[in-house]
């Protein structure tokens, strides 16, 4: 990206999309990306969400106003930046997260809304009444959590072959989809779960106090938009307590984490610019079918192995994407 388009996106808005029918008379569309944490983070998911919209023959920056609005993880931000973007008269609203996503939901019912959410259960929540026809105002990109649990678990038990407790860090702020769905896959491996609440990085410290108190054998740490930006924090928590743990974000493991295994990131930002470049072109959200994450990514670091003295089978190594050595 050349660093003329980067100050743009810093400064909050300069892509445009060509015009369709909602395009208004006075100017070009516009697409609001609302954000849950620092802006500088929703930087780099603009360029991946930019991919998508080139992907879908809308070249980037003279025909799309991309207008990014960061909460800074003040949930109290979320809805008067909403607001703010309603009031600008936005083409299409990209909420991250779920209590974004639901705010979005309930603010309009005539905006079109494409939701990035790995947190809940579209169907279950209401969100949608259909994963091929969702009906009303909104689709997007969620993530299967029953199907992700069981194998978290069996990563983890792989690596730890005496594993019998876990420590589960789970965001209460999000759907008890997660919980619910660990919960069920736990005792099917006969694995005992402790839920330990987490509300925001700021208790991290004193959650994995509480946690290790009780000394679990390892720690799984489940979605939240929150946890995927401060995955270093979380590393640097587990290591400094010993605790072999895995995480849905690759960053996790980057930093630190024994493991990782989750969607690409990057490749759901990619998909999520695609629908909207579809919406734009004049598809209805009702029409566009809820898309799942296509690829995912086991990520083992060596490292962190060695300072807890385990001993990764090979047959773990040979299935990750990257091994960090």
Known sequence: ????????????????????????????????????????????????????????????????????????????????????LIASKVDV??????????????????????????????IESGLVTNLAHPGGNLTGVFLDFPEFSTTWLELLKQAVPS???????????????????????????????????????????????????????????LSSPFMSIYSKQFADLALAHRLPAISPFSAFARAGGLMSYGPNLFDLFREVGAMVGKVLKGTKPADLPVERPSRFELIVNLQTAKALNLDIPNGLLARADEVIE
């Open 1 to 84: 990206m050349k660093r003329r388009e980067f100050v743009s996106l810093l400064c909050g808005a300069a892509f445009a999309l060509p015009r369709n029918a909602r395009a208004q008379a006075a100017g070009l569309p516009k697409v609001g990306f609302l954000y849950p944490g620092p802006g500088a983070v929703a930087n780099e998911r603009v360029t991946h969400l930019l991919e998508g919209l080139r992907g879908e023959g809308f070249n980037a920056p003279d025909r799309v106003t991309l207008v990014v609005r960061a909460v800074n993880g003040d949930p109290a931000r979320v809805g008067p930046l909403l607001s703010e």
């Open 93 to 122: 609203l990209i909420p991250l997260g779920q209590t974004e996503s639901r705010a979005a939901r309930a603010a309009t019912t005539s905006i079109p809304i494409v939701m990035l959410d790995l947190e809940t259960d579209p």
């Open 163 to 221: 594993l019998s407790s876990i420590a589960v860090l789970w965001d209460p702020s999000t759907s008890t989809v997660q919980t619910k769905a660990v919960v069920a896959a736990a005792q099917r491996l006969g694995v005992k779960t402790e839920i330990v609440e987490v509300k925001t990085s700021a208790e991290a410290g004193a959650v994995f106090e509480v946690a290790s108190a009780h000394k679990p054998d390892g720690v799984l740490l």
